[in-house]
């Protein structure tokens, strides 16, 4: 079993910025493609941005120009860089990640952007 931890969430003002962290561990053979969605109370969860092994990136229209996704594959970790906040991204952050073929999800980290 694959485990996937979050950190970095919190409360800031809008036009700020926070760094997501999320950390593999576990039976890792080879992590694969690694993303970060998110959910808002009554909403669907959503994708945010998606990054493969080989660096290739997608993002959510309502997010580029202002998030960056980047990894670190030595370490099994994935990073979600948010400026420029808005009340709009205020929702639970959760990291998934591929791992021979079987997707793992975290528990979410909260994010909360205050007017």
């Known amino acids: 079993q694959v485990q996937l931890v979050e950190s970095g969430g919190g409360l800031v003002q809008a036009g700020e910025s926070l760094r997501l962290s999320c950390a593999a561990s576990?039976?890792?053979?080879?992590?694969?493609?690694m993303g970060w969605y998110r959910q808002a109370p009554g909403k669907q969860r959503e994708l945010v941005a998606t990054?493969?092994?080989?660096?290739?990136?997608n993002y959510a229209e309502s997010v580029k120009g202002r998030f960056t996704i980047s990894r670190d594959n030595a370490k099994n970790t994935v990073y979600l860089q948010m400026n420029s906040l808005k009340p709009e991204d205020t929702a639970v952050y959760y990291c998934?990640?591929?791992?021979?073929?079987?997707?793992?999800w975290g528990q979410g980290t909260q994010v909360t952007v205050s007017s």
């Open positions: 998934n990640a591929l791992n021979v073929n079987k997707l793992y």
């Open positions: 990054i493969t092994t080989t660096a290739d990136t």
């Open positions: 576990g039976r890792i053979f080879s992590i694969g493609a």
